[in-house]
């Protein structure tokens, strides 16, 4: 029995169709193991999906996750904002507005006991998932991660993340860079899954795109996305039966 993996972008919120599509997997892979990218809310931010995620998203379990662009704001208010108010550094309290993010803006009117529980969340995430699958008896990795990654990357990521100087590159190139359209070209057998604001779900080259604009899932053990007919039931109409 081979252990299906199955990445899912552009949730907006949307926890009930999150959660329809989710069992629609599980009545046919019960052992399915399911990883988030964004948007996990964008303008449609809900608690119930906060603390689902929050409930739920472990390291290595059913549900995982990587860090995603909404995170990263929330990172980077706290410590560099939050924590310099805290601290009397500024006078005046970092507020944030809902277009600027729409979980922030919520989670900066929490206590700050309740604001730490959504910090540690997010920094528990790492910024890439490493997956390893296997066709014909030959080994094929997949990064998963935000947005875009280039070979360089790769490279590193291969070695190892050995300095914090790597780390922080990564999470710009990852979080901040949706690509150019060339994608992904290294020639070996690497591919990126990453999510795609152009509101798409296509592969290319080496690169496997996710929609953020509607619910949208690649299957990683089988190369394929998720059939049409699983999506238009729980809503991601725009999704079309596709393979590598």
Same mark, same amino acid.
């Given at each position: ?38 948007? #996990? ?19 290595? /379990? ?69 997956? #390893? #699958? ?17 070979? &360089?990357?790769?490279?590193?990521? #291969? ?25 992904? &070209? ?20 080496? &690169? ?26 729980? /809503? ?9």
């Amino acid at each position: 029995c081979i252990l299906m993996r199955y990445v899912i972008s552009g949730l907006n919120g949307e926890l009930k169709i999150f959660q329809n599509l989710i069992k629609r997997i599980q009545a046919q892979d019960k052992d399915a193991i399911f990883i988030l990218l964004g948007n #996990q809310f964008k303008i449609n931010f809900s608690w119930e999906m906060l603390n689902w995620l929050m409930d739920n998203i472990t390291p290595n /379990g059913r549900f995982q996750a990587v860090l995603n662009k909404e995170g990263h704001i929330i990172l980077d208010w706290y410590h560099n904002k939050f924590l310099a108010w805290k601290n009397g550094e500024i006078l005046e309290y970092p507020s944030v507005t809902k277009e600027v993010s729409s979980i922030l803006y919520y989670a900066s009117s929490l206590n700050e006991k309740e604001l730490k529980n959504i910090i540690d969340y997010y920094m528990s995430l790492p910024v890439c998932k490493y997956l #390893q #699958q296997y066709s014909n008896s030959i080994q094929h990795d997949y990064y998963v991660v935000e947005s875009w990654i280039d070979s &360089t990357l790769i490279k590193s990521l #291969q070695s190892g993340l050995h300095s914090r100087n790597d780390l922080k590159c990564m999470k710009e190139y990852c979080l901040f860079y949706p690509g150019d359209g060339s994608d992904y &070209t290294d020639t070996g057998r690497y591919y990126v899954v990453r999510a795609n604001y152009e509101g798409k779900c296509y592969t290319r080259r080496n &690169t496997i795109a996710l929609s953020t604009e509607t619910v949208c899932c690649y299957c990683v053990d089988t190369e394929k996305f998720i059939e049409e007919e699983v999506c238009f039931s729980v /809503g991601a109409c725009s999704l079309v039966r596709r393979t590598i």
